[in-house]
């Protein structure tokens, strides 16, 4: 089942730009995870933020995490053509063991 | 339409034995990829099969792993003389074909090895 929704669906920048993509989620849970896919491969894990962590940097993505407002964000700064990709938060929910997924955002960054 | 099912849904194993962990994807998807998740960490991609056609094993341990997905039947991810450091969840995801960008999870087998 998915639980995390990220918005916007669909986000088209051009290089050098930065890339925001929103994660909401409904449960409490024990850490938040982003991923990536590039079309027709599996999923790349990115970074993990535990629900005590509000912030997490790595390389050019940083993540943020509000568990009063049950939500996430991942910033992509400096974009670049090959960062053009589905992305898609995960949540590890706190009461049982099952990974709940979202739709994902479909980024396109232009040369 | 049910949903990508995976069973077991928990499985313990003593070390040495072999461990099949099986996943049916949902009805008409005909692309089955495997992950595997260590305790508080991030899924990590092992396997992406078509039916009958291994497409992407970069994830897959060299020894031990084995991954099929027959013409019928589910998709099998089998561990052979498991060893403590197997113990993971594992999950499958399935897409359908053409748009192998959406990926629907299943629940997922956690694997226990003594």
């Not at chain 1, 990220?6 to 930065?18: C, H, T, V």
């Not at chain 2, 992950?35 to 020894?63: A, T, W």
Request: aromatic letters at 8%; hydrophobic letters at 30%; proline letters at 5%.
């Amino acid at each position: 089942s998915q639980q995390g929704e990220e918005d916007p669906q669909a986000l088209s920048i051009q290089e050098g730009e930065n890339a925001t993509m929103n994660c909401s989620y409904k449960t409490s849970i024990n850490n938040l995870q982003w991923y990536r896919q590039n079309s027709g491969r599996g999923l790349v894990h990115l970074i993990l933020i535990r629900s005590n962590e509000r912030e997490k940097h790595s390389g050019r993505l940083r993540v943020t995490l509000d568990t009063s407002k049950k939500s996430s964000s991942l910033l992509i700064t400096a974009s670049r053509a090959a960062d053009t990709a589905s992305y898609f938060c995960a949540t590890d929910p706190y009461n049982n063991n099952d990974m709940r997924f979202g739709a994902g955002t479909r980024l396109t960054v232009k040369p | 339409n049910a949903g990508v099912m995976q069973n077991p849904r928990h499985l313990v194993r003593r070390r040495g034995q072999e461990a099949r962990l099986r996943c049916s994807p949902m009805k008409g998807h005909s692309h089955v990829y495997w992950y595997r998740q260590l305790p508080e960490e991030g899924l990590k991609f092992m396997v992406y099969l078509q039916k009958e056609n291994i497409i992407d094993e970069s994830g897959m341990p060299k020894e031990r792993f084995s991954a099929e997905f027959p013409k019928e039947g589910p998709s099998i991810l089998r561990i052979q003389q498991v060893v403590r450091g197997d113990s993971a969840a594992y999950f499958c995801a399935s897409s359908p074909l053409g748009q192998e960008e959406t990926q629907y999870f299943g629940p997922g087998t956690r694997l226990l090895v003594l």
